[in-house]
């Protein structure tokens, strides 16, 4: 049903291309317009209420009975679900987004230019995007090996309703949330990958090569997704770590690296202090409406979008660690290591351009700034190949994580689905990338990716309100288990 529903929107984009995109762009102003603050205190929130459970009595607990252990290893368990919660995107934002905050700084606290641009940059990637993914996992993973339900979303809910219509439509909407966000992002990933090729190459490669990289994404992912947890999807995560931490680790050693740790101690012991205003967007630490609708409220809606399919991954790998290992775990550990990443870029990037004497937006498209980055270093043609290979093995673990949670949504909440819904959903999400990116092509004054990442906006509205819902009802059934025990 589910295929079915996305190959009738296909054909609805096709056929009035240019309504679609009008009617996503004024929807999603309207959201973020009249939701933008209701996301900041959500996230706010979730980060305060995962704090205050892990460290809890209730953090004990474990995910499943007392006997489980953990099926992964912590390195392979960090590297899974960093690569499935923020992947290609560190590499697109690493340098165009720290600069562009320096550029123009969206606060004024009296800080100088360069800690607020690495504050506002964590702030955005921080805790915040970790929460709502890892409210989602707790919640899941709680239901799924806790109380042996489904892994749909809608087990969430349950007890508080037995009708499957609203059920099944919350789980269509994770279904449809999910697609959209990964052909959205491979549409991102796929034109950075060119962007790369171009640069390096000085060619103009188009159409028929971003189909190619879509393509051999989409086989490299099914061939991972095939294999299972082990032997795909955990190997694949770990090379991207390994890969990511070489090209971290030779940049940092390139640079003023006193200078890095500084800029990176003092802008996270900012960020940490000034949180809960960043987080209520107050006096001195409130960017203005139209900073917030493009950035900030962007990005919520974003991470919101995508916390059901991460937060389902996330569980899914999670089984046999307490509570408060996972909570801590997904909410520290990625978050720090992302702030040592844009310290390293960003700060190295400042300094590249005081070098220079003037900055003439060098940097400012996001698509190639990391590129026109490497070309201040030694060995930078070999630092762009690293990368594009990197860019390429990040989308097949988001593509191949992706499929194994559509695989669990229509295996009926299996936790190991099937393989032909595995191989259903591979083919499936190769055939739509690519009828949007032809589509995009075929109608150049329309950017049918962009409107897919912000018909992400809309959806995610669904989910927040939703995410309220679900987070009183775990509250109401880990309070009424706690009192059956006592009896």
Not at 7 to 30: P, R
Not at 136 to 154: D, M, N, W
Not at 162 to 177: E, M, N
Not at 388 to 393: A, C, H, K
Request: glycine residues 8%; charged residues 10%; positive net charge.
């Amino acid at each position: 049903m589910s295929i079915g529903l996305l190959l009738l929107f296909a054909g609805f984009v096709f056929i009035d291309t240019a309504g679609f995109y009008n009617h996503i762009e004024s929807a999603s102003l309207w959201v973020r317009k009249w939701f933008g603050h209701f996301y900041l205190y959500l996230g706010l929130f979730c980060v305060l209420f995962i704090l205050g459970l892990a460290l809890s009595p209730f953090g004990k607990q474990k995910l499943g009975s007392k006997e489980d252990t953990p099926e992964f290893s912590r390195w392979a368990w960090i590297a899974m679900l960093y690569s499935a919660g923020m992947g290609a995107g560190i590499l697109l934002r690493a340098v165009q987004e720290p600069v562009f905050m320096q550029q123009h700084p969206p606060i004024q606290t009296g800080a100088s230019p360069d800690i607020i641009a690495l504050e506002y940059t964590f702030y955005q990637w921080g805790f915040t995007a970790w929460a709502f993914y890892g409210l989602f996992a707790l919640i899941i993973g709680y239901y799924l090996f806790t109380q042996k339900r489904s892994a749909l979303v809608s087990a969430s809910i349950q007890s508080i309703t037995k009708h499957k219509l609203p059920r099944h439509g919350i789980d269509i909407l994770a279904t449809f949330t999910t697609v959209f966000g990964l052909v959205g992002a491979v549409g991102l990933g796929t034109t950075q990958i060119n962007g790369g090729l171009n640069h390096i190459t000085q060619g103009d490669f188009g159409l028929w090569t971003t189909i190619g990289i879509t393509l051999c994404i989409a086989i490299l992912a099914f061939v991972s997704v095939w294999k299972g947890m082990h032997k795909g999807i955990k190997r694949i995560s770990t090379l991207n770590i390994w890969m990511t931490l070489a090209i971290l680790i030779y940049v940092f050693v390139q640079s003023d690296m006193v200078a890095v740790v500084y800029a990176f101690a003092k802008a996270v012991t900012h960020y940490i202090k000034d949180f809960v205003q960043l987080s209520l967007a107050v006096g001195a630490y409130d960017p203005e409406e139209a900073f917030l609708t493009d950035w900030t409220y962007y990005y919520w809606a974003f991470w919101l979008a995508w916390a059901p399919f991460t937060g389902i991954f996330i569980a899914r790998i999670s089984r046999g660690r307490t509570i408060r290992e996972l909570l801590l775990g997904v909410l520290i550990i990625p978050a720090m290591g992302t702030f040592f990443w844009f310290s390293v870029f960003g700060d190295s990037a400042f300094t590249i351009i005081e070098n220079w004497g003037a900055y003439n937006n060098e940097f400012g498209y996001v698509f190639s700034s990391i590129f026109v980055f490497f070309e201040n270093y030694p060995f930078a043609s070999i630092l762009n190949v690293i990368t594009i290979i990197l860019l390429v093995s990040f989308l097949v673990t988001s593509v191949d994580s992706a499929v194994f949670v559509l695989s669990m949504f229509t295996d009926k909440g299996n936790p190991n689905p099937k393989r032909r819904h595995r191989l259903i959903w591979s083919v499936g999400i190769a055939l739509f990338a690519i009828a949007m990116i032809v589509l995009g092509n075929a109608r150049p004054e329309i950017n049918v990716l962009v409107a897919l990442q912000k018909l992400l906006i809309i959806t995610s509205l669904p989910f927040a309100l939703f995410m309220v819902v679900m987070v009183m009802v775990f509250v109401r059934d880990i309070v009424r288990k706690k009192k059956v025990s006592y009896l």
